[in-house]
């Protein structure tokens, strides 16, 4: 089991940053890939970014590609996203999730936090 708590989220204004942060535990944390989403009210949940277990590589979507960083620290078990250069459409409840699996032909996120707020303003 793997449980995640997600922080750092809040009110922020457009060109500005926040570092969102994912507080892991249970089991050994760097024995699995780590994410990030977010979802928009009325918008179905966006993939992210993703980091694999050693940190080495990472993978992006294409609509924070340049903004957004992710990373890890497997020594404090805390997963990061840096986000810069904020936009209005941004906005979103932004989630963590750890321990990609492949489930009936999809991969598919394990474990999922509870979500954190962000609000860019214009």
């Known amino acids: 089991q793997v449980q995640l708590v997600e922080s750092g989220g809040g009110l922020v204004q457009a060109g500005g940053s926040l570092r969102l942060s994912c507080a892991a535990s249970?089991?050994?944390?760097?024995?699995?890939?780590m994410g990030w989403f977010r979802q928009a009210p009325g918008k179905e949940r966006e993939f992210l970014a993703a980091?694999?277990?050693?940190?080495?590589?990472?993978r992006y979507a294409d609509s924070v590609k340049g903004r957004f960083t992710i990373s890890r620290d497997n020594t404090r078990n805390m997963g990061y996203l840096q986000m810069n250069s904020l936009k209005p459409e941004d906005t979103a409840v932004y989630y963590c999730a750890a321990d990609l699996k492949s489930s009936g032909g999809r991969w598919v996120w394990a474990y999922w936090g509870q979500g954190t707020q962000v609000t860019v303003s214009s």
């Open positions: 980091i694999i277990r050693g940190g080495g590589s990472t």
């Open positions: 249970g089991r050994t944390f760097s024995s699995y890939a």
